[in-house]
Nanobody
């Protein structure tokens, strides 16, 4: 069973920044794609960003230029640096790892952007 634990969420004012972390127990972590997704109240869960084993990244249009996904394979950790946050970024943020076609999820971390 692969476990993922997110951290780093919190409350921030518009224009502020947060860095989310996702630590996983997956062995051979460096081989797997990791995603960040989010779910706002009353909305469906949506893709935010992904990073491949080679370090290639992909972003939703809504966060492009503001968010940066990265990984530290030595620490089995993926990060999501979020800058220029706005109220529309308020959501529970989840990390997800694809291990040989099976998806594992973290429990989520709340991000609230308000003045």
């Amino acid at each position: 069973q692969v476990q993922l634990v997110e951290s780093g969420g919190g409350s921030v004012q518009p224009g502020g920044s947060l860095r989310l972390s996702c630590v996983t127990s997956a062995s051979a972590f460096s081989f797997f794609v990791v995603d960040w997704l989010r779910q706002a109240p009353g909305k469906q869960r949506e893709f935010v960003a992904s990073i491949t084993s080679a370090g290639n990244t992909n972003y939703a249009d809504s966060v492009k230029g503001r968010f940066t996904i990265s990984r530290d394979n030595a620490k089995n950790t993926v990060y999501l640096q979020m800058n220029s946050l706005n109220p529309e970024d308020t959501a529970v943020y989840y990390c997800r790892i694809n291990v040989r076609g099976v998806f594992y999820w973290g429990q989520g971390t709340q991000v609230t952007v308000s003045s």
